[in-house]
């Protein structure tokens, strides 16, 4: 007897490609998900290809049940949430595991390849980098020939069902532009689902301590790339303002959680040339937004300026965001500044720490005699006695600036504006802390500006009477260099070795850049073709005052006669072939000799006909009767096709026996 | 419930319209595109539902490259619908004949089906009613003869006014299909009552004569021995050389030939009394025996072999067969 839920090998043929297609849908999961999900879904897969082959039992219900219960339990344990495309596309790897477990019929695996496109989505909405495009069709690829594979009989080779996936999905190609082209886009979403990539937040954190930015330096992530519409304004000028930071605890610098202040806009003069340019952020999973200095202009939705005049916005930057800015780089901001916030924000000082910094900076003020002095008597300390600029500065331990300003005086740019700042308000000048980036290197091989992680720095800003908040940069007075020539390019000098900065070599820096260029227009042009660049594109196509309507009349048009164009090829490729090619050739042998055929003659007779009248040589007017009788009544052999053209092509008639006595109607031999 | 009436009304309706449309066929058919019907399948509609869940997440999260999968797969869904439809576009299908059958036997329709284009077509189905076909394929310049078994129930004339050929080729989007309607029918035999002895010797000759098994006839000869020839006319003498049995045949006394009249059966029922007439014939047509057949309105003299048997049976099917039209499963 039989047994009982015993597989019976139908799936042996198909369920090969569609475990590979699951298995290919699933890879660029694999780093994000817990390991067991991986592993399970592998054993599944292993698992259930043995019982098809070996013939054996399906796992009993029960089993599966519980195997169900234990994976989304799993899957919730492992995320403590179950929306998001993280636990999302764990539940579809478990999901297709137990799938496979219950897999009997040919049908069951369209459930299979829904899950495996569902999952190649799931990997395009977490990340889009220039090969998920070739993953995509591959993994298309793939799921089609599954697919196929399913119904298709066993007699039908492999290649020809790859061929044929092939050739449907290149059908598919120029629908899929047309509508990827002209389909409308909106700008706002329909409902917020905040995609968790996997990724905690990276770059700048809103506080400070020492160490904090020592260890973004060495990551070569971009952080931003921009594209100035007038000049870039030189290496020293380029301070990208983030996170203002105003509280200090002897150790670490915090900020307030800034809220929208619609006076912080006002309170900032603006004179000369405005710089005009277009930042493209990399996600971050933060608030910040980084403009040059303070912008005066900034297009995105939902940012706002805090008190600080720094810029957010109300949402995380959870995804690439691009915005256009104008910034001044002469500017005054909050001349006048209230006695409450100097006291109560910007001159506090945690008691009894740091005390010999603080005697320092008291006294050097009383030397200086005035604040702009001051100032710049302690930018000059930091240029003129021995500190040092590194990216491993020793540990500090308690009184963390009077350790470094007096003993290991090593530091990197942290340290320097932590101590700098400090210097400040002990001196009674309102000083705070400002995070950001500073520099950014032009590519050579594309016109724009990268900004990377390694560019953090943090800088001073010093409040006076009159002028406002002005920048100070002691890091400047320390290392020139890293403020002229930028992070990267001095990486390749001695002072990025003496930082213990890697020097790769040029020519693979280079490559990098030129990676970084067509990552820059695969990110403009192919993922940020949103509504702007859309509506921009349409006009260069020369549609007026693009609208979704005309949009999507375009899109209509073009699907239709795309479709046209695929039904005409799809109609060329099924018509029978022009069937005879014989009496095509026949037909030509008989203008060449110049006599037609009478109706109900056949060839032999006719060859005999012409003959007798000495109209063509008699061999070569049989040869050709003979292979034209054999090619198109014969068993069909090519050869005699063959034979019968090139007798054709050779024959010549007797010009004398040239007639038009014959004034019989043309027909078709028979 | 009610929804399966709804379709069931809606494909008849479907069905007589095309019909009207298309009216009678001839026994071979170019399907020209005119004639091919598609719809989506099931599968379809969850692969439609499936890429506009897939377009509202690419336009919520405005992802160029989501727009590109879903898209990709609107314009295959669209591919899909137009393959499915030229794969069965210019095929020929002809009539290859159909074998006559028993009631409650299968019959068995040869439909032969031509490709003339130079590519491969896929899953080619024929299907009637309720009856489906293999799904074969069709290499290029490939003709086969598919056969749709249809199942009898009585005797007469088994009709096929409609079959379909369909495709689900390529993805089981959407089903594409042809209705031919060229009236065939099959013929359909009564089904052999049980095995039942043969009517006696003494029913069966002509004018009631009986047998005389002295032998008063001449010998005319011998034959090959036949199952239900008597032992008393096996020439022992001839087995015993030759190891090989013979029957002696005697003249004026035809001993192999019977007559089968339904006036004679013995059962009230005409059905029944068909069944056990075709049973008759069956098993003497297996012993090689000559039989005639008497029938109310047609008298078949006897005689032996594939033809005549087949005649034999064909009167019996055809008998009355005026009211036996819708006989078709």
């Given at each position: ?275 005009e340019y277009q930042v493209t952020m990399e996600p971050t999973q933060q608030q910040w937004v980084f403009a040059l200095d303070i912008p005066y202009e900034l297009s995105l939705e939902e940012a706002f300026m805090g008190p600080q005049q720094q810029v957010l916005r109300a949402q995380p930057v959870d995804r690439r965001t691009a915005y256009d800015a104008v910034s001044y780089l002469d500017y005054r901001t909050n001349v006048d ?334 | ?329």
């Amino acid at each position: 007897m039989k047994k009982r839920n015993g597989t019976d090998g139908s799936l042996l043929a198909s369920l090969p490609w569609t475990l590979v297609a699951l298995t290919f849908s699933l890879i660029p999961h694999v780093q994000y998900m817990p390991v067991w999900i991986t592993v399970s879904f592998l054993a599944c897969a292993a698992g259930r290809w043995l019982i098809e082959k070996q013939r054996r039992r399906l796992p009993p219900a029960w089993l599966r049940v519980v195997l169900a219960l234990a994976g989304f339990i799993g899957v919730f344990a492992s995320y403590e949430s179950v929306s998001g495309v993280g636990p999302g596309s764990a539940l579809l790897a478990v999901m297709a595991a137990l799938k496979l477990l219950e897999t009997r019929q040919r049908r069951d695996q369209f459930v299979l390849l829904f899950i495996s496109i569902f999952l190649i989505m799931a990997s395009l909405l977490r990340e889009q980098y220039i090969w998920s495009l070739p993953f995509l069709i591959a993994g298309m690829m793939l799921t089609t020939t599954a697919w196929l594979r399913m119904s298709i009989s066993t007699e039908v080779s492999i290649c020809d069902t790859f061929g044929t996936g092939g050739r449907l999905l290149l059908y598919a190609a120029p629908l899929t532009l047309a509508m990827w082209i002209f389909f409308p886009r909106i700008a706002t979403p329909f409902w917020a689902v905040p995609i968790d990539n996997g990724s905690a937040s990276s770059g700048l954190n809103d506080q400070m301590s020492p160490g904090d930015i020592s260890s973004l330096s060495l990551s070569d992530a971009v952080a931003f790339r921009v594209n100035f519409r007038s000049s870039a304004p030189p290496p020293r000028q380029r301070y990208w303002r983030g996170p203002v930071l105003h509280r200090f605890n002897g150790r670490t610098w915090t900020g307030n959680e800034a809220t929208p202040d619609l006076r912080a806009q006002d309170s900032i003069q603006v004179s000369g040339e405005p710089v005009e340019y277009q930042v493209t952020m990399e996600p971050t999973q933060q608030q910040w937004v980084f403009a040059l200095d303070i912008p005066y202009e900034l297009s995105l939705e939902e940012a706002f300026m805090g008190p600080q005049q720094q810029v957010l916005r109300a949402q995380p930057v959870d995804r690439r965001t691009a915005y256009d800015a104008v910034s001044y780089l002469d500017y005054r901001t909050n001349v006048d500044l209230s006695q409450t916030a100097r006291s109560w924000w910007y001159l506090r000082l945690p008691d009894d720490s740091n005390p010999r910094t603080v005697a320092l900076a008291k006294q050097m003020h009383l030397v200086a005699g005035s604040d702009k002095a001051f100032i710049s008597d302690v930018l000059d300390m930091f240029g003129k006695e021995e500190f040092f600029y590194t990216l491993e500065p020793p540990a500090l331990g308690s009184n963390p600036v009077d350790r470094f300003l007096f003993d290991t005086r090593q530091g990197f740019c942290e340290h320097y504006a932590s101590a700098f700042a400090v210097m400040m308000r002990a001196a009674g000048l309102p000083s705070r802390i400002v995070l950001g980036y500073q520099g950014g290197e032009m590519n050579p091989m594309s016109d724009y500006m990268i900004v990377r992680q390694s560019d953090a720095h943090a800088w001073t800003e010093v409040w006076l009477p009159e002028e406002g908040w002005l920048r100070a940069d002691p890091t400047a007075s320390v290392a020139p260099e890293r403020i002229n020539s930028g992070m990267s390019a001095a990486r390749f000098g001695d002072a990025g070795a003496s930082w213990g900065l890697r020097a790769p070599a040029q020519w693979l820096y280079n490559l990098g850049l030129t990676w970084d260029a067509v990552n820059a227009k695969w990110n403009g042009w192919i993922l940020g073709y949103g509504p702007e660049n859309q509506n921009r594109f349409m006009q260069w196509l020369g549609m007026d005052e693009p609208s979704w309507r005309k949009m999507a009349l375009t899109l209509l048009v073009s699907v239709l006669v795309l479709i046209g164009g695929i039904s005409f090829l799809l109609v060329r490729r099924y018509r029978p072939p022009q069937k005879d090619e014989a009496a095509r050739l026949y037909l030509k042998f008989v203008r060449k000799v110049g006599i037609r055929t009478r109706s109900g003659e056949t060839p032999r007779e006719y060859a005999a006909r012409i003959a007798a009248q000495n109209a063509a040589p008699a061999t070569e007017v049989n040869a050709i009767t003979d292979w034209y009788l054999a090619a198109r009544y014969g068993p069909p052999d090519a050869r005699s096709l063959e034979a019968l053209q090139d007798a054709v092509r050779d024959f010549r008639a007797i010009s004398s026996g040239r007639s038009n006595n014959h004034p019989e109607t043309l027909q078709k031999a028979t | 419930m009610a929804g399966v009436q709804i379709t069931a009304t809606l494909t008849a309706r479907a069905e007589r319209w095309a019909r009207k449309r298309q009216g009678t066929d001839h026994r071979a058919i170019r399907l020209r595109s005119r004639r091919i019907y598609i719809l989506p399948t099931g599968v379809g509609a969850v692969f439609a539902l499936m890429t506009f869940a897939m377009l509202l997440g690419s336009m919520n999260y405005n992802n160029n490259l989501s727009f590109v999968l879903t898209f990709l797969l609107a314009g295959l869904g669209f591919v899909a619908m137009h393959q499915c439809q030229r794969n069965l576009v210019d095929l020929e299908v002809s009539f290859a004949g159909a074998d006559p059958v028993f009631a409650g036997q299968t019959a068995q329709f040869r439909i032969a089906v031509t490709n003339y284009s130079k590519h491969r077509r896929y899953n080619l189905q024929l299907f009637a009613d309720a009856v489906r076909g293999d799904i074969r394929d069709l290499g290029p310049g490939e003709s086969r003869v598919f056969q749709l078994g249809v199942p009898t129930r009585q005797r007469g004339l088994v009709r096929l006014e409609r079959y379909g050929i369909r495709t689900l080729f390529p993805f089981e989007l959407f089903r594409a299909w042809a209705w031919l309607h060229m009236d065939l029918s099959s013929l359909v035999y009564p089904n052999p009552a049980d095995p039942a002895p043969l009517p006696p010797p003494s029913q069966t000759a002509h004018g009631h004569r009986q047998h005389d098994a002295r032998g008063e006839e001449d010998f005319a000869g011998f034959r090959q021995f036949h199952d239900g020839d008597s032992p008393r006319h096996v020439a022992w003498k001839a087995y015993a050389r030759s190891n090989e049995l013979l029957s002696k045949q005697f003249a004026g006394a035809d001993t192999s030939s019977q007559w089968f009249d339904f006036d004679r059966v013995n059962d009230d029922d005409t059905e029944a009394r068909l069944s056990i007439l075709t049973r008759w014939i069956v098993d003497a047509d297996r012993t090689q025996r000559d039989f005639g057949l008497r029938i109310p309105g047609t008298e078949i003299q006897p005689a032996h072999g594939d033809t005549h048997r087949h005649r034999c049976l064909e009167a019996l099917a055809m008998f009355n067969a005026t009211n036996r039209i819708k006989a078709a499963a």
